[in-house]
C-alpha cells in the first residue's frame, strides 16, 4: 500500500520505533570469531515479486510439506496492540493465494513450523496456528514481555522466542515459559538454532552472534550488519544470509566474511525477516513498507 500525506506522520513514527539503531558499542566482553576474507563468490538474481497488496510484510517462510509460503503482516504499526495483524499464503511462485489467511493478531512477526503448528511471535504471545485447518490453536501469553520479534524451534520441543523491547530470549516448553537470557541488551531480533548453538542479529548493536545453550557464552561472528532482521542458512556449511532491515543483504562465513548481496536503501526498500528455500536456492524477502514478498535466486559468481 503506498504512502499518502495523511499517513506520513505515523509512518515516520513507526520508522524510528523499528529501526532504532545506533552506533554499536565497543565489544569489550565478549569472544569475536574473527574470519577471514575472501573475494564475493556469490550473487542475487531476481526472480519474481508478489502484487504490492500485502500489508506491512514483517516475516516470511516456507512450508516445504504443502509446498507454500506464509506472510505475517503487522498491518502498518508493528508493535501496537491492534488487532488488524494476518498471515498471508501465497505460492512457491509468488501467487497470493489467501491474503488474510489467518487473521485475528495483532502485529506478528517471526514464525517457525513444528509438524503442523505454524508459531508466530506477536508483541507479547506467541500464538500457534494449525496450518491444514488455518486456524489459531492458542495464544500462549509472555509474561514481561512486550516486543516479541523472532521464533526458532529447538531440541526436544523447545521454541526460542526474541523480545527486541526487552532485551531477552524465552524459551517455552511443554507450554511452560522461561527466560533463556535475560540480560541481551541491544535489540535481539532474528533468531536460529543451528548446530547446537543459538544464532542471533541485533539491530541496535549490528552484529551477528552465536550463544552456547550452556553456558550463554557469546561470541560476534560478524559486526556492523545494520539493523539486524533475519537469520537463514545457506546449502554451503557454516554460511548465512542476514538482512539489514534498512534495505540490505549480507552473506556471511567464517571463510569468506561479510559480503553485501543485495543494497536496495536508496530505494526506500525494507529487507525484513527473510527465509531461503534450500531445493531452489531461493531467498523470500518481505519488503515491510514496499508491501511485497520478493523473490531472488542465490548463485555462484
Known amino acids: 500500500m503506498k504512502t499518502t ?19 554499536k558499542p565497543e565489544n569489550t566482553s565478549e569472544n569475536t570469531e574473527t574470519p ?3 573475494e564475493a563468490k556469490y550473487a542475487l538474481k531476481k526472480i519474481w515479486a ?3 497488496i500485502l500489508k506491512t510484510p514483517e516475516s516470511v517462510i516456507y512450508d516445504k510439506a504443502r509446498k507454500a509460503i506464509y506472510v505475517s503482516n503487522v498491518n502498518q504499526n508493528p508493535w501496537e496492540k ?16 489467501e491474503l488474510e ?11 517457525a513450523i513444528v509438524g503442523n503448528t505454524l508459531y508466530a511471535a506477536d508483541i507479547d504471545e506467541l500464538v500457534s496456528i494449525d496450518i491444514e485447518k488455518g486456524t489459531i490453536i492458542s495464544k500462549l501469553k509472555i509474561d514481561g514481555a512486550s516486543g516479541l520479534n523472532d521464533v526458532t524451534p529447538g531440541e526436544h520441543g523447545k521454541i526460542y522466542i526474541s523480545d527486541s523491547n526487552e532485551g531477552k530470549i524465552f524459551q517455552v516448553e511443554n507450554g511452560e515459559v522461561s527466560v533463556f537470557h535475560a540480560d541481551a541488551p541491544g535489540r535481539p531480533n ?6 547446537g548453538k543459538l544464532l542471533v542479529a ?17 561470541k560476534v561472528i560478524a559486526e556492523q550488519i545494520g539493523a539486524g532482521d533475519g537469520i537463514t542458512p545457506t546449502n554451503e556449511p557454516d554460511t548465512y544470509l542476514v538482512s539489514d532491515w534498512n534495505g540490505e543483504i549480507f552473506i556471511i562465513s567464517k571463510m569468506m566474511g561479510k559480503q553485501s548481496l543485495l543494497n536496495t536503501k536508496q530505494e526506500s526498500k525494507n529487507t525484513a525477516d527473510i527465509w531461503f528455500i534450500p531445493e531452489e536456492n531461493l531467498l523470500l524477502i518481505p519488503t515491510f513498507f514496499d508491501n511485497r514478498v520478493v523473490a531472488y535466486k542465490l548463485v555462484k559468481e
Do not use: H, R
Open 5 to 23: 500525506t495523511k499517513y506520513l506522520f505515523p509512518v515516520i513514527v513507526i520508522f524510528i520505533l523499528f529501526n532504532c539503531n545506533s552506533k
Open 36 to 38: 577471514s576474507t575472501v
Open 50 to 52: 508478489t502484487d504490492t
Open 82 to 97: 491492534d488487532g488488524n495483524g494476518f498471515i498471508s499464503k501465497i505460492s512457491a511462485s509468488g501467487e497470493i493465494i
Open 101 to 111: 489467511w489467518v487473521t485475528g493478531m495483532s502485529g506478528p512477526k517471526g514464525m
Open 190 to 195: 532474528g533468531l536460529l538454532m543451528d548446530q
Open 202 to 218: 541485533f539491530s541496535k548493536a549490528s552484529e551477528f552472534v552465536s550463544y552456547n545453550l550452556n553456558s550463554l557464552e557469546k
